[in-house]
């Protein structure tokens, strides 16, 4: 089964760009990953954050990337939001963002 990635805006995915190139490059292989085998790949590559919210692990020498992702169609995941760790904790505010998108998502949906 395949399946697609899709960028909640250009936005999203432009931030993503941005990443420093070995960040991007751990980024891009979990995500082929998810494309062939579905996005529950688990610790530590990916971790359900509850309420559909989902979340990317990519580390590289370069730093630690974030990226929040849902799947609301079938075989389609959406990327919602990204940022570079800067603390141990995720930041509240991150959080935030994506679960706001999150809920214009699946508003859309309906």
């Keep these: 089964m395949s399946w697609t990635v899709v960028f909640y805006s250009p936005k ?3 931030a993503l760009l941005s990443w420093p ?3 991007q490059a751990k980024l891009l292989r979990i995500l082929d990953l998810i494309r062939q085998e579905g ?8 971790r359900a954050m509850g309420d559909g919210l989902f979340e ?3 580390k590289a020498k370069e730093g630690i990337g974030r990226v929040f992702f849902c799947y ?9 939001h990204s940022f570079i760790k800067k603390m141990e904790v995720t930041p ?8 706001k998108r999150l809920q214009e998502v699946l508003r859309d949906e309906l």
């Design 12 to 14: 999203v995915e432009k």
């Design 21 to 23: 190139k070995a960040l």
């Design 39 to 46: 996005a529950n790949l688990g610790m530590p590559l990916t």
């Design 56 to 58: 990317i692990r990519a």
């Design 72 to 80: 609301v169609k079938k075989n389609e995941i959406i990327i919602l």
């Design 92 to 99: 509240k505010h991150e959080l935030d963002v994506a679960r």
